[in-house]
């Protein structure tokens, strides 16, 4: 009390402690400036993660295109061009994926992300920590695997992220609760 904002520093070593630490001050409302490093909640691989939660619960446009633009496996590039262009054009929501947009060649990429935002929708009551777990399971990750292509020092980086937002989000009851924070 009596301090300014702009007079106080958080100081963090870990990427984890990092987390926990804007998570706090986001729920308590309190702004705040990253420095030497992007705040967790903003790099790219858990802002994919969460796309898909935010996807599959609000049927967002932007949040199904990032889903889409994920390591979701089969979609294929003549679907997410064609998805994109739709989205473009003003298409939203679960326009997106409805297969009357779509033509033969992109059928199983419509069909695919359907499927994947429908497993994922199922699993949004189970909290945000379990829809966290459908949406690595189908994306090829589980625990600690990590199923995509890159250096393994960039691999190592994105698994302990995701571990690190899926125990983020176990604090949290609801999906609800956990989207209007991240």
Same mark, same amino acid.
């Given at each position: ?5 702009? +007079?106080? #520093?958080?100081? !963090?070593?870990?990427?984890?402690a990092g ?20 705040? %967790?909640?903003?790099? $790219? ?5 969460? #796309?898909? *939660? ?24 003549? %679907?997410?061009?064609? *998805?994109?262009?739709?989205? #473009? ?12 947009? !779509? ?5 199983? $990429? ?25 949406? !690595? ?5 589980k625990g600690?695997? %990590? ?28 999906? +609800?609760? %956990?989207?209007?924070?991240?």
């Amino acid at each position: 009390e009596g301090v300014a904002p702009r +007079d106080i #520093a958080v100081v !963090y070593r870990t990427r984890a402690a990092g987390a926990d630490a804007q998570l706090a001050l986001l729920r308590a409302g309190v702004p705040f400036v990253i420095r030497g490093g992007s705040g %967790f909640f903003n790099r $790219g691989v858990v802002q994919d993660a969460i #796309a898909h *939660l935010e996807a599959a619960a609000t049927w967002d446009t932007d949040a199904i295109v990032r889903a889409s633009r994920c390591p979701t496996r089969f979609l294929g590039a003549a %679907f997410r061009s064609a *998805l994109d262009a739709l989205a #473009a054009n003003g298409g939203g929501g679960p326009d997106l994926v409805n297969p009357d947009h !779509y033509d033969g060649r992109q059928m199983r $990429g419509v069909r695919c992300l359907r499927s994947h935002l429908g497993d994922v929708a199922r699993s949004l009551d189970d909290g945000p920590s379990a829809a966290l777990d459908t949406v !690595y399971g189908l994306q090829g990750l589980k625990g600690q695997t %990590f199923a995509m292509h890159g250096p393994a020092d960039k691999l190592d980086e994105r698994t302990e992220l995701l571990a690190t937002l899926q125990e983020v989000a176990a604090g949290f009851d609801t999906t +609800d609760d %956990f989207l209007s924070v991240a």
